[in-house]
Nanobody, 115 residues
Framework: QVQLVESGGGLVQAGGSLRLSCAAS????????MDWYRQAPGKPRELVAR???????NYADFLKGRATISRDNVQNTVYLRMNSLKPEDTAVYYC?????????WGQGTQVTVSS
């Protein structure tokens, strides 16, 4: 069982930037895919960005051009850098690893963007 711990959230003004981190308690090198999801109040959880073990990345349309996902297999950490933040980006952001059986989820980190 690998634990995922997110950090880096907080309160930021519109137009600002944040870098979220997801630290794993074990090696992430074997994880083919690692994701960031987000969930705003009253809305379903949605995929934000994805990175593969080979470094390929995908982004949700609402964040394309404003975000960069990266992974460090030595530090066992996945990052999400977000720029030009908007109030509608306010949500809890979760780190996720899809696996056969039970997926891994972190506890989330709150991002609040003020207008």
């Amino acid at each position: 069982q690998v634990q995922l711990v997110e950090s880096g959230g907080g309160l930021v003004q519109a137009g600002g930037s944040l870098r979220l981190s997801c630290a794993a308690s074990g090696s992430i090198a074997s994880f083919n895919v690692m994701d960031w999801y987000r969930q705003a109040p009253g809305k379903p959880r949605e995929l934000v960005a994805r990175i593969t073990s080979g470094g390929s990345t995908n982004y949700a349309d609402f964040l394309k051009g404003r975000a960069t996902i990266s992974r460090d297999n030595v530090q066992n950490t996945v990052y999400l850098r977000m720029n030009s933040l908007k109030p509608e980006d306010t949500a809890v952001y979760y780190c996720h690893v899809p696996r056969p059986g039970t997926d891994y989820w972190g506890q989330g980190t709150q991002v609040t963007v003020s207008s």
